[in-house]
């Protein structure tokens, strides 16, 4: 028995001696790894960093593609057209004082019609002072601007964070973006949780089609693939990518009577919002024109 009791613990100091020349040390527990983050985890811990930042540079691109189908013309045949509107707002934004200094380029081409602007925009609290290619500044209320420039766009983190809870979360895993290990998010919107960005679009149709009209169009809104998507770093829980994307589709039927053997006219569109993040905290200064002259909408401007 005393011998079985030997050899019991020279196996164990055997043992001990192995793992200690392994570089364990028996006598110490390991420390525990971190426990990943879950994806709700991470889309709170991220939106709490992000509405910490004094200041963010964001590059924001949108692409808009409208095909309009089946419309009735004075010769009976149906008329089809294609717009696709592109926009480019790159600049930074002083978030603890709710100021912005960007640059904007549109493009719109029609087919029959292409039109390129570019203008400087700078923001300070509900004001914007917008600069045309003449170089002369006007200054309006941020209400005037036109429903595409949504505060996401301009450095305000707080309506694309209430957007992402209003969908159905999912987790797509780690990728790289611009050599930065990223978590990719997945949010799955849907007529709801889109409904203030959709009401923009009915409202921008009332000057043309009367508020009646509009709203039956807001009705009728049939929605196609809402998605946002965010791409963020879990170790410092920053949102360096976010892409809104969603399709809808609008029914003319009830404003024009359709061509004899044609489909009932719509309008299709497609839109594609992609904002990038960086320069983090990188302190920069906005400066207000002055003698800026005052308009109610981006028409006055001259543009």
């Known amino acids: 028995m005393k011998i079985k009791q030997g050899l019991c613990i020279s196996a164990l100091m055997l043992s001990l001696t192995l793992l200690a020349s392994c570089g364990v040390n028996p006598g110490v527990g390991a420390s525990p790894t971190p426990r990943p983050k879950t994806a709700a985890e991470l889309l709170q811990s991220s939106e709490t960093t992000m509405n ?5 540079h964001v590059v924001s691109n949108t692409v808009v593609n409208e095909d309009i189908s089946n419309l009735p013309s004075q010769d009976g045949q149906a008329k089809s057209l294609k717009i696709d509107i592109g ?13 912005a200094a960007y640059n904007l380029n549109t493009s719109v081409d029609s087919g029959t ?5 570019a203008m400087k925009l700078v923001t300070q609290g509900d004001k914007v002072y917008v600069q045309n290619k003449n170089g002369t500044w006007y200054v309006l209320s941020k209400a005037a601007l036109d429903s595409s420039l949504d505060n996401s766009q301009l450095g305000d983190f707080s309506a694309l964070f209430a957007l992402a809870k209003k969908g159905t979360l999912n987790d797509s895993g780690t990728e790289k973006l611009n050599g930065v290990t990223v978590h990719h998010l997945v949010v799955t919107l849907d007529k709801d949780a889109l409904k203030d960005r959709l009401q923009k679009v009915a409202d921008s149709l009332q000057a043309v089609l009367g508020q009646d009209a509009a709203k039956s169009f807001f009705d009728t809104i049939q929605l196609s693939k809402p998605t946002l998507d965010l791409w963020i770093d879990e170790s ?20 024009a009577t359709p061509t004899p053997g044609a489909s009932a006219p719509s ?3 497609s839109s594609d919002g992609k904002s990038t993040y960086s320069n983090f905290d990188k302190k920069v200064t906005v400066t207000v024109p002055a003698d800026a002259i005052p308009a109610s909408s981006l028409a006055e401007v001259g543009q």
Do not use: A, M, N, P
Not at 52 to 56: D, E, I, M, S
Not at 87 to 94: A, H, I, M, N, Y
Not at 236 to 255: A, E, K
């Open 267 to 269: 309008i299709v569109i």
């Open 52 to 56: 910490k930042l004094k200041f963010v």
């Open 113 to 117: 019609i292409q039109q390129d602007t």
């Open 236 to 255: 410092t829980s920053r949102l360096y990518q976010s892409d809104l994307t969603y399709g809808l589709t609008l029914d003319l039927s009830s404003l």
């Open 87 to 99: 926009e480019k707002l790159d600049g930074d934004s002083l978030l603890s004082t709710q100021e």
